[in-house]
């Protein structure tokens, strides 16, 4: 999990869903990267991570769980 001030990050949305699937993080706007995961079993390696932002803000959740998983935990999260 990290946060940093979007300028300063550089986050583009529009970018970003180029690459990925758009999601909504709480009503924000998301994107949803996922890669080296085998479709058909979910405790295979791989790599997910959402990116958001709200207000002067973004925010990012990764790691090695299901794109679904890190969209609960970043959902969790209490800005």
Known sequence: ISQG???EAGFNYD???EGGVPVSINGARAVLE???RDPN???SGGYAAVRWQ????????????PG???IKIASSIEY
Request: glycine letters at 14%.
């Open 15 to 17: 970018k970003l869903v």
């Open 54 to 65: 709200r207000g002067e803000w973004v925010f990012s959740v990764s790691g090695g769980l």
């Open 5 to 7: 001030r979007a300028q």
């Open 68 to 70: 679904e998983e890190i």
């Open 34 to 36: 996922e890669s080296g």
């Open 41 to 43: 079993d979910n405790t």
